[in-house]
């Protein structure tokens, strides 16, 4: 089936060592975004791309970056973890940026940082 | 900017009906929508309201009013596997932003 996929599905990393998280669709969407999610929290964009257009969200920290070498691949980068960045990470991808379309949701990575 | 609101628990019994509620402030609307999310798991897609009234869909009806910045996700039939994380996110002028989620125990 098409779909998003995330990989992989857990990540431990350590206090400040450099992590990329992956993210893949089959679903030949023009849009991507990383989300966010703390334990009981909503999820948080972080950023999105509309094709190769980059979108950072005002207060998405420097310290997240994102690539999306092409359509079907999208990476999540985080250049030096800390302790807060501890989450679940949510990749999506939606047809267009009328918002009014579905997102459709990978199973996430959730990141551990020891 | 957004805000939306939305209970944080409810507990309902297996076969009950229960209605979880979902007010919003936006900038610019362009409907809204209802995720599904199980511990440890994706959110899944519900519905997507954008005009005023009432979507059913099966065991699922999302109901959308407007003018009051007002939704709810009504479950009838409850089953145990519905115990979940119901979102409630808007589409504004800006990708989706969700709610912190409403967390339903489903109980015998």
Redesign the interface.
């Known amino acids: 089936d098409a779909m998003v996929i995330q990989n992989p599905r857990y990540q431990v990393t350590q206090f400040g060592k450099p992590v990329t998280l992956s993210c893949s669709q089959t679903l030949n969407h023009n849009v991507m975004y990383w989300y966010q999610q703390k334990s009981s929290q909503a999820p948080k964009l972080l950023f999105h791309y509309y094709d190769k257009d980059f979108n950072n969200e005002a207060d998405t920290p420097d310290n997240f970056q994102s690539r999306r070498p092409n359509t079907s691949f999208c990476f999540l980068d985080i250049r030096s973890p800390g302790l807060g960045d501890a989450a679940m990470y949510l990749c999506a991808t939606s047809t267009r940026t009328g918002w009014s379309t579905e997102a459709f949701f990978g199973q996430g990575t959730r990141l551990t940082v020891v | 900017g957004q805000n ?1 609101d939305q209970p944080t628990e409810m507990t309902a019994t297996e076969g009950a009906i229960v209605q979880i509620n979902c007010t919003y402030q936006t900038s610019g609307f ?2 809204l ?1 209802w995720y599904q999310q199980h511990a ?6 519900l519905s ?1 309201n ?1 005009l005023d009234g009432l979507e059913e869909k099966g065991r699922f009806s999302s109901f959308l009013s407007r003018s009051k910045g007002y939704s709810y996700l009504l479950l009838k039939e409850l089953q145990m596997k519905d115990s979940a994380s119901y ?1 409630c996110a808007v ?11 409403t ?1 339903l125990s489903v109980i015998a």
């Open positions: 939306i362009n409907g929508f440890g798991e994706a959110p899944t897609f997507y954008v979102l589409a504004g002028n800006t990708p989706l932003v969700f709610g912190k989620g967390r």
